[in-house]
Antibody
Framework: EVQLVQSGVEVKKPGESLTLSCKGF????????IAWVRQTPGKGLEWMGI????????RYSPSFQGQVTISADKSINSASLEWSSLKASDTAMYYC???????????WGQGTLVTVSS | QTVVTQEPSLTVSPGGTVTLTCASS?????????PNWFQQKPGQAPRALIY???SRHSWTPARFSGSLLGGKAALTLSGVQPEDEADYYC?????????FGGGTKLTVL
């Protein structure tokens, strides 16, 4: 069974750094794209970017380019989403998603809630 | 920047049929936009329902069907059940970018 397991709840202050993780189980991690999706409180879904763990090919949505860093380590079957300096507006739920193909998001992680507040 | 538009809310009676649509500011949605549909219930992660316009995932009930309708992607629920009350999101792929619609809140009443 394919599973994506994400790291736990985070509470941070503005200006702090943060890395979220997403670990894949039940499939060959390096062979499938992983996407990150943001959902702000009470709002819809936003596509942040994707990474192919096999060769670390990474593509960002224009709104998130330069704002976050997506990476993956295929040796430990894990993808990451990183901020160097958080803002209050980064407060959201973040999901990782396995794509069966580039066009077919299939399996979702349980989400990680991030709260950024002074 | 491309905008993907869905109905903000719809209401359907149990056992009824409802169609949700997904439009693109770029023009008519085609199969080349690879429309996907997702369901999200309160407090849960989204769940994939439909990919590539009309293909169901193995867990998707047969009452959910996807199509292209009048230049838009469409998700039709037939024989709606109370448990289908949820938010529904479409996702389009255009010019190398994935874009979600704003979501439709479906009420079963």
């Amino acid at each position: 069974e394919v599973q994506l397991v994400q790291s736990g709840v985070e509470v941070k202050k503005p200006g702090e750094s943060l890395t979220l993780s997403c670990k894949g189980f039940g499939y060959t991690f390096s062979d499938y794209w992983i996407a990150w999706v943001r959902q702000t409180p009470g709002k819809g879904l936003e596509w942040m970017g994707i990474i192919y763990p096999g060769d670390s090919d990474t593509r960002y949505s224009p709104s998130f380019q330069g704002q976050v860093t997506i990476s993956a380590d295929k040796s430990i079957n894990s993808a990451s989403l990183e901020w160097s300096s958080l803002k209050a507006s980064d407060t959201a739920m973040y999901y990782c998603v396995r794509l069966r193909t580039l066009y077919e998001p299939e399996n979702w992680g349980q989400g990680t809630l991030v709260t950024v507040s002074s | 920047q491309t905008v993907v538009t869905q109905e903000p809310s719809l209401t359907v009676s149990p056992g009824g049929t409802v169609t949700l649509t997904c439009a693109s500011s770029t023009g008519s949605v085609s199969s080349g936009y690879y429309p996907n549909w997702f369901q999200q219930k309160p407090g849960q992660a989204p769940r994939a329902l439909i990919y590539s316009t009309s293909s169901r995932h193995s867990w998707t009930p047969a009452r959910f069907s996807g199509s292209l309708l009048g230049g838009k992607a469409a998700l039709t629920l037939s024989g709606v059940q109370p448990e289908d009350e949820a938010d529904y999101y479409c996702l389009l792929y255009y010019a190398g970018v994935h874009i979600f619609g704003g979501g439709t809140k479906l009420t079963v009443l």
